[in-house]
């Protein structure tokens, strides 16, 4: 397992089932966004930043039928992985290829879906979202997808969650990445020169699941190779989890998650 480049989370079969269950439903798809995305039968659907296709096939239900999906991922284990999802199925392609420059073809799409890349992309969030606005058909439209990282709470506060969150946060501004990009959604969009037809967020709490690690734990190695974190930190973490897992009752997580759609004009 690496440390994929632009995504400091190591990708292993946990980190795989945790993509399946965030994209379950796929967050935030109420049915007014649904139709202002116009994820409709017969649509034509591009997600760039893919990952292992859980969102795919979830905007697949969506758009059957003839509808017509392309997933496109920079990492080729991602890739090989959402190929794996999807194999069989006539009317979805993934391919290899950068989210600012996906190689699809420019004003073909009547829905780009961009979730949770723009905060693994520090200073290529508008190159991204401008590429996005490209693929979209006149009329179509951008739904992009993200997180306020700084708003995420742990209560009680609880080792090692906490100071993991902590660390990812620094980790997150060393490597130029801007946790709080979810709140710039709607200005990404309008740069890009797309109408801005919905911004909103939820704050979504929940029980943390013993036997969990989670996405700052995935995070570890890239940010022991960016400086934020040591070795003996990653075995005090590890032992910390064990002891937070025993524990009768475990805390209450806290996020908040933020989903704008822009129209080409
Ligand atoms: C957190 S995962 C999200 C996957 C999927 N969009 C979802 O919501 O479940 C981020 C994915 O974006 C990919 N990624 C990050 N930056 C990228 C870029 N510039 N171009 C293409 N893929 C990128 C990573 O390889 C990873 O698969």
Known sequence: MRPVADYGLEFDDAEHERLRRQAAGVDLLDEDLIAAAGLLPGARVADLGCG???VLLALRERVLPGGRLWGVDADPEMVARARAEVAGL???TVTEGRAEESGLPPGSMDCVFVRLV????GGREQAIVDHAASL???GGAVFVYDLDTTMIRVQPPSAPVS????RFLDYQR???NDPAVGVRLPELLATAGLDVEIFRGQCRTGRR???TRGPTWAARKAMVAAGVADEDDLVRWAREFEELDAAETQPWTIGVV???IGRRP
Do not use: I, Y
């Open 136 to 138: 979209a058909r006149p």
């Open 52 to 54: 292992p296709a859980a």
């Open 209 to 211: 699941t013993a036997g």
């Open 90 to 92: 006539p009317d979805v």
């Open 163 to 166: 100071e993991l969150g902590d």
């Open 258 to 260: 933020f989903a704008a």
């Open 174 to 176: 060393r490597v130029g």
């Open 118 to 121: 723009l905060q693994h992309n």
